[in-house]
């Protein structure tokens, strides 16, 4: 079986290690155009937060066309990390699909988990009571939950359904790839109602379990799935949906007192009640107020699973507060929250009990985010080629389909970019290309056009679109020129042929700041002409000679750092697999 990663953005040369849990959930949209996406939110744990182990697509067909990833949360001694991260899928399959994690290695613990694998099932086919597709249960977990070992606890997961199916929960089983080994821990209990309990045992039983979990949703009464023209039938009996419920479980020495407010932090109101559902709107802030106190311990701090842009603030001892603002993609979404809060005596940490709510955000004008891609490929054509250029402009409305367009004189080549790219406004990027037969000069115009007719600096339009990214890639080759102005702020090495004519000669006789000698391509408006004199071998028919991808991708604001440590290099290795050598330099030129 061939496995397909997921994204082309986080790639990882090192396998993770201190494996913590994941948790996914998913939350789909048919298009009027038929296009069905659907938005996996996933969080991933690790004792550190440059650890990474990308989601893959197991079964079926899973074409990603954006992902990003950001820091939710971090325990304040460094014991774990918390990441949360945005896959958008566009699906033309009929069949449900399978994604798993599957890599190395567990935080070391106590029932003998090694493998870090989970597994997520969705289904794209339209439910018959709903007339929509089939949405996941909503859940979160934290990295790790703590328990005095003389303490009983009784842990209930979130576990809300936006279609109402009843939800179920089991442990993992290895046969249908969901775990590797599944050895549950055997100081914990679990109902099929998704509730954890633990019983007061004694000190031998210390240290970390590996908790690895499936939650279910099945319908209520029979309904059928449909898709394609084939209609499924679905009994109470059959789950729709699955995703993975993994985290630490750590039993910790005997407290003196188990009460809640001595020793462990104990929830005073306003904290809401467990599994309480909380009604929010877009672009208005949510506040949630919690309000926990130890007599005999000292309060640290309030730990949280949700969405990656929540605000904590502190106001007192134990006096916190979680502000959220959802966008307006997530309009329609469930949102799921969990914490628990902290408290400190000497060398112990303490923790309350687990409280989740789940954050419903209303009805509006809903966008789940998309990523921009323009693909040209040139190649040679049979017409008579003349000086007059091509142009090839990339056109967008607003929350409408946007296409590719050409115009295209007769004596010129023709140029067969794809169409209907859904899109979102973006900057305007135009081609000039005559023909491309030996001799002759070829200028390339390159032109960004950040006109949105928006004074907005972050062009934030329909959503959360924060930042775009453009990346230069410093291709080199040795032409057997000696021009000391061949090499511009990249490394000049090789690139295979079939990228390029051979025996390119580069005259970069323009001093504009922007014609990439290192510079910064972030001025709006500006023009940049590289002449290429091409001499050689007749470019053949079919033959590729440039491919230029565009993206642009803002659901989630990514830091520089994310794109350096993150992008780049997974930029960089879907280059490799296309053959071109591993000399080849990825920089950064700006990010606007």
């Known amino acids: 079986m061939v496995l397909v990663p997921l994204l082309q953005l986080f790639f990882s040369i090192n396998q993770a290690t201190n494996f913590l849990g994941t948790v996914m959930t998913y939350d789909p949209e048919t298009n009027s155009d038929g296009i069905f996406t659907v938005a996996l939110r996933f969080k991933t744990n690790f004792q550190t937060c440059s650890a990474y182990i990308p989601w893959e697509c197991r079964t079926g067909d899973c074409t990603t066309v954006f992902l990003a990833s950001h820091t939710v949360s971090n325990e304040s001694s460094g014991e774990w990390c918390h990441r949360e991260g945005l896959m958008i899928l566009q699906i033309t399959g009929n069949d449900p699909f399978q994604l798993w994690l599957n890599g190395r290695a567990w935080k070391s613990n106590i029932n003998g988990i090694v493998s870090v694998r989970a597994l ?88 970390l379990y590996a908790v690895q979990l499936v939650m279910e949703d099945s319908p209520g009464q029979p309904i059928t799935l449909a898709r394609g023209g084939v209609v499924t039938p679905i009994t109470t009996a059959t789950p729709i949906s699955k995703i993975p419920v993994q985290f630490a479980f750590k039993v910790d020495p005997a407290v003196p007192s188990c009460t809640d407010g001595l020793y462990l932090p104990g929830f005073q109101s306003p904290t809401p009640a467990n599994r309480a559902q909380l009604q ?95 693909s040209l490929n040139i190649t040679n054509a049979t017409t ?158 079919g033959q590729v000679v440039l491919r230029l991808k565009a993206r642009i991708t803002s659901v989630i604001e990514l830091t520089e750092d994310d794109i350096r440590n993150i992008v780049l290099p997974q930029f960089k290795n879907q280059l490799l697999s296309f053959g071109v050598p591993s000399s080849v330099n990825v920089t950064l030129v700006s990010v606007l």
């Open 120 to 207: 997520t099932l969705v289904d794209p086919r339209t439910r018959s009571d709903t007339g929509k597709v089939n949405r996941s249960p909503q859940t979160t977990m934290l990295p790790v939950l703590r328990v005095p070992s003389n303490c009983p606890r009784q842990i209930r997961l979130l576990a809300f359904d936006p279609d109402g199916d009843n939800v179920q929960c089991r442990y993992g089983n290895q046969s249908q790839f969901e775990c590797n080994p599944c050895t549950p821990p055997p100081v914990l209990t679990l109902s099929s109602s998704c509730d954890l309990s633990f019983s007061a045992t004694n000190s031998s039983a210390e240290g």
């Open 384 to 541: 008579t080629p003349t000086t007059s250029p091509t142009t090839v402009a990339v056109t967008t409305a607003v929350s409408q389909p946007s296409t590719v367009t050409t115009t295209t004189p007769t004596t010129t080549p023709a140029l067969t970019p794809p169409t209907t790219w859904r899109q979102y406004p973006n900057p305007v990027l135009s081609l000039r290309l005559p023909a491309l037969t030996p001799p002759t000069t070829v200028v390339v115009t390159t032109t960004y056009d950040s006109d949105y007719s928006s004074t907005d600096s972050t062009h934030n339009h329909g959503g959360n679109y924060s930042s775009i990214q453009y990346c230069h890639y410093n291709y080199t080759h040795d032409y057997s020129s000696t021009d000391s102005t061949h090499n511009h702020g990249g490394n000049y090495s090789s690139i295979p042929t079939q990228y390029f004519p051979s025996n390119y000669t580069h005259d970069y006789s323009s001093t504009d700041s922007t014609h990439n000698r290192g510079g910064n391509f972030s001025t709006a408006n500006t023009t940049a002409n590289t002449e290429i004199t091409t001499a050689g071998p007749v470019i053949t028919a």
């Open 280 to 374: 929010a709107s877009v672009n208005q802030v949510l506040q949630i107020s919690i309000k926990a106190v130890a007599a005999n311990s000292a309060i640290s701090e309030l730990l949280f699973s949700g969405p990656h842009n929540i605000n904590q603030t502190r106001s007192g001892a134990g006096d916190f507060t979680l502000s959220w603002t959802p966008s307006v993609s997530q309009s329609g979404e469930n949102h799921p929250i969990c914490f628990v809060v902290q408290a400190v005596s000497g060398s112990n940490r303490y923790h309350s009990e687990l409280r989740c709510v789940i954050v419903i955000v209303a009805n509006g004008e809903r966008r789940l985010p998309r990523a921009v891609e323009v």
